[in-house]
DNA sequence: TGACAATATTCGCATATCGTAATATTCTTA
DNA sequence: TAAGAATATTACGATATGCGAATATTGTCA
């Protein structure tokens, strides 16, 4: 029998990133937009900014979303075909 | 602006209960074949009975699987629709 | 009913996660 | 270089999660 080759520990990471309303809120609406910076999303979610970042963090670690900086901000989007695959299935359902 | 009508309560649920190795896994499997028991499972994953029970009741609470009794046996099933797009998602790919 | 198989639940403890607060870092510009 | 804006990191207490062990429940069949 042939083994089916999905990483499961891939896909936990990336279901464990987002497992959080808000980490969930913040790839969703990445994947809607081109890109979107910390402060932008602080003011939409009306969530402390060190919150945000921690988060952002998080979502980094999962390779769920990347960022680069701009300046003195940092924009972040997602770009993991497999996460946008994912947010793609679960929108206008 | 128009509200996207996306749960994001519902979503971070599921993804919560795939957050996990075990439980991803399991999930996997039932997506593929039409059902399992219980011990059929604990056997295949090699993992002890009452955590594979443990698991089962949180992706049961979670609307990922749904149980039915046969006899003594418990048959477990995705049927789930979101949840079916999103791990058909991971399908080879 | 008694014994056994299959599954579910509870308990206790170790570890992980969450959110707030405080602080640190990085970059721009005067 | 000093000040301020934008972002990141750390510390910490409260809550949640994971897992093994023990036990309980449910169903079958002699």
């Given at each position: 029998?042939?083994?089916?080759?999905?990483?499961?520990?891939?896909?936990?990471?990336?279901?464990?990133?987002l497992a959080h309303p808000t980490r969930l809120t913040i790839a969703y609406?990445?994947?809607?937009?081109?890109?979107?910076?910390?402060?932008?999303?602080?003011?939409?979610?009306?969530?402390?900014?060190?919150?945000?970042?921690?988060?952002?963090?998080?979502?980094?670690?999962?390779?769920?979303?990347?960022?680069?900086?701009?300046?003195?901000?940092?924009?972040?989007?997602?770009?993991?075909?497999?996460?946008?695959?994912?947010?793609?299935?679960?929108?206008?359902?």
């Amino acid at each position: 029998m042939k083994e089916q080759n999905i990483d499961i520990e891939e896909y936990t990471a990336i279901f464990k990133a987002l497992a959080h309303p808000t980490r969930l809120t913040i790839a969703y609406n990445l994947m809607l937009k081109p890109e979107c910076n910390v402060s932008k999303m602080c003011e939409c979610l009306n969530i402390p900014q060190p919150t945000v970042s921690q988060h952002l963090s998080i979502l980094k670690n999962a390779k769920v979303i990347v960022g680069h900086r701009n300046g003195n901000q940092t924009c972040y989007k997602v770009e993991n075909l497999k996460v946008m695959r994912i947010l793609k299935q679960i929108v206008s359902n």
